[in-house]
């Protein structure tokens, strides 16, 4: 188990590995986020009439949702990613999207109905800085949610990726290892320490469908995330080894296959 100090330098690591076009991140990963944004709205309670936060909005999974659910003048939106705040807010006129960070919110005290944070905390540099934030920015009775896939066992394409990797290389990063908040009760643990209360914790499973292994395996090659990163600095020859040892773990599909991706959610109230 690695110490806070090397998860926080693996999630530094793994937020860096999102520098890219939100088209590739789509292609990548937005085919699991944004279904899963429709039932992690449903569970953090949103409904017309609040003013809310996404934060690490990627280029805009979640924030589709919560415009169509309560109107771009009634969002905000906030992500490290220079390529992203700019494609989520071509995306999504009216929304109020901002370069910031999960530890240091660029948002007011107390201005929100509710705070959401999808596929975030696994890679903020200080989880705790971040939970605060979310308290912070979330006025007194909204709601605070996040959510993580489970890497261990719930998320398909990860897990098959990872076991391909670690058979070859025992060293490889795979995220069930250096990431937190994928196990059951460490994002309320985390809610708790930053004084959350009422906190309630479920998981949500969505899934996709790929033409062929060459789609899934292109997604990989865009260098996205740490599985990404992980395999676009392997040499040729080793990508050619590890993409076999994937198919094969994947049952070797010859046409179209449907991965499922299981995420665990949270929510808690900011004390009235």
Same mark, same amino acid.
């Given at each position: ?24 991140? @789509?292609?990548?990963?937005?085919? &699991? ?20 936060? @996404? ?6 999974? =979640? ?15 906030? @992500? ?8 989520? +807010?071509?995306? &999504? ?17 107390? %201005?929100?109905? +509710? ?33 993580? !896939?489970?890497?261990?066992? %719930? ?54 469908? &790929? ?5 899934? !395996? ?10 990404? +990163? &992980? ?18 773990? =994947? ?22």
């Amino acid at each position: 188990m690695l110490s806070d100090t090397g998860v926080a330098m693996r999630s530094t690591e793994g937020a860096g590995t999102f520098q890219t076009s939100g088209g590739a991140y @789509d292609a990548f990963m937005g085919r &699991y986020s944004a279904p899963l944004a429709d039932l992690f709205a449903d569970f953090a309670g949103i409904r017309a009439g609040q003013f809310a936060l @996404d934060v690490g909005c990627g280029p805009g999974a =979640l924030t589709r949702v919560l415009v169509e659910r309560l109107g771009a003048e009634s969002l905000a939106a906030c @992500d490290p990613s220079p390529p992203f705040v700019a494609e989520c +807010a071509a995306r &999504y006129p009216g929304v109020d999207v901002r370069s910031g960070k999960a530890e240091a919110l660029p948002f007011d005290d107390a %201005g929100f109905d +509710a705070a959401l944070s999808q596929l975030v905390l696994h890679f903020v540099s200080d989880a705790s800085a971040a939970a605060s934030e979310l308290r912070r920015v979330t006025r007194p009775g909204g709601t605070v949610a996040a959510c993580v !896939w489970d890497f261990d066992q %719930g998320m398909q394409m990860l897990r098959a990726f990872w076991d391909a990797a670690l058979a070859l290389d025992p060293s490889a990063p795979d995220e069930a290892r250096v990431l937190r908040f994928s196990r059951r009760g460490e994002i309320p643990a985390l809610f708790a320490a930053a004084g959350l209360v009422d906190i309630a914790e479920t998981t949500l499973q969505v899934r996709t469908t &790929y033409v062929d292994i060459d789609e899934l !395996w292109s997604g990989f090659l865009a260098g996205i995330g740490p599985a990404g +990163a &992980y395999c676009v600095s392997r040499t040729p020859a080793q990508q050619a080894e590890l993409r076999g040892n994937l198919i094969d773990r =994947l049952g070797a599909p010859d046409g179209p296959f449907t991965l499922t991706a299981i995420a665990r959610a949270a929510r808690g109230q900011v004390p009235s």
